[in-house]
């Protein structure tokens, strides 16, 4: 392809947490569908977005079984996105800050996902034709 | 010309520094750079005519666009936008990192 470019994107935030988070994944999203490579850093809370023991929950209060709930479960969307990419002839490359993920003992991500450091982020923006930084506020 | 994309989503009704981007992207087009202010998220709510619109229709030289999915999530209607907002995708975002603007989220 010969317009294919590499966008990295860092990320802060938690899942469930802001629109951000949204954002972000609508944003990668674009990208695979374009085939692009999309590196993502994922600092502070953001680790847990692709954290592998997310699971889906009934809601009880309306009487919503796990299918019909159908909750919305940001590892499983990340997986997609991921596939997505490689259908389209690009790659998420997802790093989760060490450190961040130690604190927080979210060690269990789903594949695909790397363990790196802020020194990643810095390598993979240099190789990428562009940076976005989502930053929490 | 330089080209700068500059990304607000925070809600001018709950941050008292949206002010931020607007001055920014106004002395980005002072200086002859080429600049987009594109709002998403809450970001989107001073669009509607009269609603702390004022901000985004006194910059002159910057082209303000704001996310539809986010104008849709919010009720806003695409065609009753103030005066010099335009309704635009996500993509724009996309296209300009791909193009290599500096692109900066606030």
């Keep these: 392809m010969a317009d ?3 966008i990295t994107i860092a990320i802060m935030d938690a899942p469930y947490e802001n629109a951000r988070s949204t954002t972000a994944l609508r944003l990668i999203d674009l990208a695979a569908k374009r ?6 850093f994922a600092y502070e809370g953001a680790v847990l977005q692709p954290f592998a023991a997310q699971t889906p929950h009934a809601n009880t209060v309306h ?3 796990v299918e019909e709930e159908n909750h919305f479960i940001p590892k499983d969307a990340i997986a997609a996105l991921m596939r997505e990419a490689e259908r ?11 450190l961040c993920v130690d604190e927080r003992g979210a060690a269990n991500a789903i594949p695909g996902v790397r363990r790196g450091s802020p020194a990643d982020f810095w390598q993979m923006s240099e190789a990428s034709d562009n940076t976005l930084v989502i930053a929490t506020r | 010309m330089p080209r700068y994309l500059l990304i607000e989503s925070r809600d ?17 087009a002072a200086a002859k750079n080429e600049v987009i202010l594109f709002l998403v998220q809450n970001g989107v709510l001073p669009v509607r005519p009269g609603a702390r619109s004022g901000d985004l229709t006194t910059l002159a030289g910057v ?10 999530e919010r009720g806003i209607d695409e065609n009753r936008l103030a005066s010099g907002v335009a309704a635009a995708p996500l993509d724009v975002v996309l296209d300009a990192l791909a193009e290599g603007a500096k692109v900066i989220w606030h």
Excluded: E, H
């Design chain 1, 4 to 6: 294919k470019k590499t």
């Design chain 1, 35 to 40: 085939g692009y490579n999309i590196n993502v």
């Design chain 1, 63 to 65: 009487g919503r079984s």
């Design chain 1, 88 to 98: 389209n002839g690009g790659k998420i490359d997802w790093v989760n800050c060490g």
């Design chain 2, 12 to 28: 001018p009704f709950d941050s008292n520094d949206t002010r931020f981007c607007c001055d920014l992207a106004q002395q980005l």
């Design chain 2, 63 to 72: 082209r303000v666009l704001a996310d539809s999915f986010s104008l849709k």
